[in-house]
């Protein structure tokens, strides 16, 4: 529920009830502060003595819109959980109370610390991390602590929600189970003063996962889960080659396959599994191909089918299933966008004038849709929907909406320092030198490698260069305007470079241990470097726009992890140990020992016992050692060889779920740069222009000295004594100071993936407008205040 | 250039002749057996006394003709070398007889065998598989033969082309240096009696990727060339990390970084290098890990950044070029199609009549364009084409002229046996069998696991359900009729598998040594349990439809491999030998001796000496172990310590070369899968029945009795005596049969990729289309005869 609606909801509510002719004096206009579900609950019933039906008409209208035109709630809405999100609303003042205590930032910011903190007690229970350990009593009492905590949120959730919807929301009871579960073992161990076997501790995550914040995790969990149906299916027929070739190895052919790795059906079909895999390649054929040279077709064949060609097909089932999901993911946004701004502008549009909004209407909307946005910038938006001029905006303009609304305004700047840096001779000279200083860094890195010392002395060339992209930054800064500028990916990068090389050098100049931290950061100048070409712009761009949701799939795989980590802890903490494993296949890896070769004694170190699951960090190290996936195997064997052979399950199905979430990675990457190639190929502009001059959306709307007074009366007789005027009088000062009878303003955002998938889909989106509209064409056939209390159509049925 | 194309060249150009009033009493119309090209180029001149100008338009426009109207030539068409095909095409009676010479089925396989021959030579050449070695003399003579026979090729090429085109084919002058060199080194050899070191030797796959069988091969290299710039552009992105992390490694984190790995900015880079390919992984961190556990987020940032992100960024690339060259083929090879049927249309078309296409000008045209094709197969066409039953075919009718060529009619079948193999339950009953089989064949393996022995008896079980399965495959024979049960791929499996089985039976009943051959067959027979599933039909059926692409593709790579096989044998045959290698990092698993361990005394045998370049069949075996990557440095190493640090370069590139050839073989299955599952969910019908039922295009004809007697007379008139009336007159005879006054025939053939892509890109087909006449609007303005003479448009232009 976003903050900045409320006003809005207030001003739709005062409109619908002038409309039905109910006395709205007592509905405040101008002020934001008071809360309109509780006008609506309280007040309208009580004291406008309308039907309860008419006010249950009225909630949901509002409901809808308060649900809607806000970008961040239509978002929300895109979920699978858009259903139960009208079903979920409140319904009495008591759960009112409930759901607006539990919705909002300090409640979130509760129940993710709350999260974190159950998932770092791992840390400090045992096996702990040597230097964090607590106390038994310490850590039982903390988690009790954060399981108060939760059982907390969960019961304003029960009050907000009410029984009955409750007990049916699925994810929420998971969470209650799991929650006593915590509970009652949590209190075991304070009675006991002693950790018993917690298996269960794997499943904390979901602490974290439920939570506000964590809305990116939960989707792609969905996401892998979408994935899995088949994924499994073609896994099946990854393990049915697998037993088919196991069956030959070990059974049927026992004249050159009498090795260890194909004695029993079981390691037969380990030794495949491990194949796949490609860990234990040649190893796993050498002692048959010494026998027999032909013993390498079966090899080859068996890795020509698994490795080469199942393998990709897992991905392209992966890479399919991702792009239909998200694919259906933007036209479900888009369509309830739509879908939005015709209930808006339904709602907007008055009976007198059916036909459009006028300047007054829109003013109103976004003095309650966006409070801070100053007059100013609520008349450009409105020029820069309304591109023909007329007087009113049609429904045509008003689709725009979401388009115009995230722009940031300023006057376009003409003067010399931002030709200056706009012209191609300066970018040019600025690509040559991070060329020269390249060059520079790699043969000085040369001359360090030869033998030439530099310890703590400067090298001047440094100090060159760095006062070069000093100057730039600062002319870029002047030229373009603070916003401009650092509305850029690659202008931020750079400006945090030379900032961090800046105060590298004056550490270093101070003698404040300053060599290893410049000399991390020195390299880094040399990704400047990637300027040059456009691909590399292409790339690394990507890459920042990448980023947050890289973050996000790096936090799933990093929730799999600790559930993975915990169970490991559980049953394998301590098994592996030097000299450990002697009678597995893998005994020399653990060895650590004086060993005799000829006459020679030496330290043969085998490093693999510190693979271990001895406590949470060396659980994720080992794990990422799985993920990658070389020489997994030894420590699978060394593990097994300690425990029992069940042991391998878990190896192996922590291979499985990293394949699947790694596969959804690489399914991710590969879209989101395909995509970007198919773009910039359709559309034959380069995607971004790294000074920052194309880079996002731009709209110009063009203001005359008669407008601007025009709008100021407008303005003043509506909502007279707002300080936000002051921005709209600054415009005529403006004028007044340049001499001109008219200014020019410039509207900038950042170009969001959504931008990039309107110009992709163009074609099918028009498709989809048609479909849309034909579905929704008996409505519009009935009158507009009929309409105004229609429940908007519902999201569309996703494609299973 | 097509044996079957000939006949029609010579009907169009009779028809030309007609129609621009030449005598063309000497044409053959019936007779198939002249030569056109000849006739145009000797008689048309000499004897029909017609304008050199007016011929030499009529032969580009016959060559046109020629080359577009069959289908393969089409798909040469759309290669590259489309436009000097026309350039390279004989102009004189003397080009023509080397021409001829050189295009036919001999001299195609001639050029094949010399390649293989020379391929194959290195086998017998030193170092030579120890079976299989030749004296010097007897394999230089050799090679020198093969030579001789290349040249030979060349020259007829040479007389052909001309001498002036000769020169400007790059392939071909580059075949001609390398043929030059390899014979001076063969004479060479020769007189020395002993070989030197030929590392030219490695460029000998070019003569057999040049002869005409290895279009595919070609076509592979073009693409993978095409795949080159974007791919070093991400390499080089690669190879920048990997260098900014080795000077992080080496020079400026002395504390923790002082081992084996990264002593010197070499062995940084080659550890760094290994390290992406994930081959030493836990290894190479282990020391560091060991001193510092903190040093692991070099290795996981390292990792994250090369192996997670920039090497799925090549897989995005390359299957991004990729998938755009496969799209701009099937784009160029529709419009070539198009701009062919147009133009037979318009050549077909009197002028008495130039609406349309009568069956008579149609008979003529298949009786050219396919001679062998019946009477009632050619009418049928007809009836396909004509599916608005008007008197004449429009073009818009013409236009399915490539969809309707290539069907086998048959009589639509209703009868009992027909009806049950198509029915609902047979298929499920089919299935339960199936299903009962695969698990009996599990149990079984199983028992036979736990101690019971067959040996030599053959289980029942086994008897019964080949029994079941050879009665499925009667019955569908039978029911479906041959054709159309051999068209799915499916039924050939089921029918192979069968009857391997069978084979297998006889031969175990027979005792004739058949243990190995019946249990190496048997689980295949698990295969058939794939059926039950839509998702395993549609993957193993696009195996089926990939696999000439993937066996052209493995060509490719076996090409690859010869050449690096080569390289390495004259560089690194015999370096490596047990017990080598002492002095590098890897010695260990070249050691092969007794090692004291404690008080007990092992054989320490590290087999990795059998991984060299001592033959070339060794080699292969050995560049297979590096392509899968794992371990590949040990060899690496080996062979470097036993050489040159230089030798790293060959591995290196290697390893680079193989990643290039993997990637476009992953890309190529993801692209068909997706692809495939796309069109599926785009068209919601299963893609195929694995029954055959609606596997394929049908279409179908009704035949009536008068019409057949009308058409029966027609052609008697057209061309009598001909034997290839009976067949219309079978059509009679059945009807007789069965006492109806009318047939219906089914036309058949199976799906090809190209119907696939048709449905796939049908909205971007429309807009090529619109584009393409657009184009060619000016010329469709001008009369008839002037276009006919017209030099289509060339190929739509490749966006690059």
Redesign the interface.
């Known amino acids: 529920m976003q903050d900045n609606a409320r006003p809005h909801v207030a001003g739709v509510c005062q409109q619908f009830l002038q409309e039905k002719g109910i006395d709205a004096m007592d509905w405040p206009a101008c002020s934001p502060d008071l809360n309109p579900i509780e006008h609506i609950m309280s007040r309208s019933i009580h004291q406008c003595h309308v039907a309860p039906q008419t006010v249950q008409e009225l909630a949901d209208a509002l409901v809808q819109v308060w649900e809607e035109i806000p970008q961040e709630t239509i978002r929300h809405l895109i979920r699978r959980e858009n259903n139960d999100k009208f079903f979920t609303h409140p319904r009495n003042p008591k759960a009112l109370a409930a759901y607006l205590f539990a919705h909002n930032h300090l409640f979130y910011m509760m129940e993710l610390l709350t999260g974190v903190l159950l998932m770092v007690l791992s840390l400090c229970e045992a096996p702990a991390v040597p230097s964090l350990r607590l106390d038994v009593y310490v850590h039982a009492t903390l988690e009790l602590l954060a399981l108060v905590m939760v059982a907390f949120e969960l019961c304003m959730k029960l009050r907000w929600l009410g029984f009955h919807t409750f007990i049916r929301h699925k994810r929420t009871m998971v969470k209650t189970c799991v929650l006593l579960l915590q509970f009652v073992e949590a209190i075991v161990v304070l009675i006991r003063q002693t950790s018993h076997l917690r298996v269960t501790r794997a499943l904390r995550p979901i602490f974290l996962v439920d939570c506000r914040y964590c809305g990116a995790v939960r989707r792609n969990l969905r996401q892998i889960f979408q994935s899995l149906p088949?994924f499994i299916?073609?896994l099946l027929?990854l393990l049915?080659f697998m037993v088919?070739f196991a069956?030959?190895g070990?059974?049927?052919?026992p004249f050159w396959m009498f090795f260890k790795y194909f004695n029993?059906?079981e390691n037969s079909i380990v030794s495949l599994f491990v194949l796949v895999t490609?860990?234990?390649?040649?190893?796993v054929m050498?002692?048959a191909?010494?026998r027999n040279?032909w013993s390498?077709v079966f090899f080859?064949v068996y890795?020509s089918i698994e490795?080469?060609?199942i393998m990709?097909?897992l991905?392209?089932?992966v890479?399919?299933t991702f792009?239909?999901v998200e694919k259906m993911k933007f036209k479900s946004l888009l369509l309830h966008k739509r879908s939005a701004i015709d209930h808006a502008f339904q709602l907007l549009v008055s009976r007198q004038r059916p036909m459009g909004v006028s300047l007054k209407q829109f003013d109103g909307l976004m003095r309650f849709y966006r409070p801070r946005m100053s007059s100013r910038d609520r008349f450009l938006t409105y020029k820069a929907l309304n591109t023909a001029g007329a007087p009113m905006l049609s429904l045509d303009d008003f689709y725009k909406f979401y388009e115009v609304i995230g722009l940031k305004w300023k006057v376009s700047l003409t003067h010399c320092i931002n030709l200056l840096v706009k012209s191609k001779a300066f970018q040019y000279t600025m690509y040559v030198v991070v060329a020269v200083n390249g060059v520079w860094i790699?043969v000085e890195?040369y001359m360090?490698?030869s033998g030439f010392s530099w310890s703590r002395m400067v090298p001047w060339s440094y100090i060159v260069f760095l006062t070069i992209y000093g100057v730039e930054v600062l002319l870029k800064i002047t030229g373009l305007g603070p916003l401009a500028y650092f509305s850029s990916g690659w202008n931020l990068f750079d400006f945090s470079v030379t900032v961090f090389a800046f105060l590298g050098l004056i550490t270093l100049a101070f003698d404040m241990e300053p060599f290893?931290f410049i000399?991390?950061l020195r390299?880094?100048q040399?990704l400047r470097?990637?300027k040059i070409?456009q691909?590399?712009r292409n790339?690394l761009d990507t890459?920042f726009e990448l980023f947050p949701r890289m973050a996000s799939l790096g936090l799933t795989l990093i929730i799999f992890y600790y559930s993975f980590a915990i169970v490991g802890m559980e049953f394998f903490a301590d098994v592996v140990y030097p000299n450990c494993c002697n009678t597995s296949t893998v005994a020399d890896s653990y060895?650590q020992?004086n060993?005799?070769?000829?006459n020679r004694t030496v330290l043969d170190e085998g490093?693999?016992y510190?693979?271990n699951f001895n406590n949470i960090?060396?659980s994720f190290?080992t794990l990422?050692?799985l993920t990658?996936?070389?020489?997994w195997y030894?420590t699978m064997e060394g593990v097994t060889s300690m425990t029992t052979h069940w042991s391998r399950l878990y190896f192996m199905t922590f291979y499985i779920v990293t394949m699947v979430v790694?596969t959804i990675?690489?399914a991710f990457?590969?879209d989101a740069?395909?995509f970007r190639?198919?773009y910039s190929?359709k559309n034959k502009e380069p995607l971004l222009d790294p000074e920052g001059k194309s880079n996002g959306i731009v709209f110009e709307a063009e203001v005359s000295r008669d407008e601007a007074l025009a709008t100021l009366e407008l303005y003043k007789k509506t909502c007279p004594g707002l300080s936000s005027l002051n921005s709209l009088q600054g415009v005529l000062l403006a004028m007044d100071r340049s001499g001109s009878s008219s200014l020019v303003y410039l509207g900038r955002r950042s170009r969001t993936k959504s931008d990039l998938s309107m110009k992709m889909y163009e074609?099918e989106i028009q498709e989809w407008y048609a479909e849309y509209s034909r579905e929704n064409l008996p409505q519009s056939d009935r009158s507009l205040v009929e309409r105004e209390l229609d429940i908007p159509p519902p999201c569309p049925e996703r494609e299973s």
Do not use: Q, W
């Not at 070990?250 to 052919?253: F, P, R, Y």
């Not at 990658?628 to 020489?631: C, D, Q, R, S």
């Open positions: 088949p299916d073609i027929l049915f088919i069956i030959l070990e059974t049927h052919t029993t059906l490609t860990a234990n390649f040649p190893d050498m002692p191909y010494s040279r390498c080859i890795l490795l080469y060609f990709n097909l991905l392209a089932v890479f399919d792009n239909g790699l890195t360090l490698n290893y000399v991390v390299p880094l040399l470097l990637f070409k691909r590399y790339v890459m060895r020992i060993v005799t070769i000829g490093y693999y510190l693979n960090l060396s190290v990422f050692e990658v996936v070389n020489n030894i790694m990675i690489v990457i590969l740069f395909v190639m198919n190929r074609e």
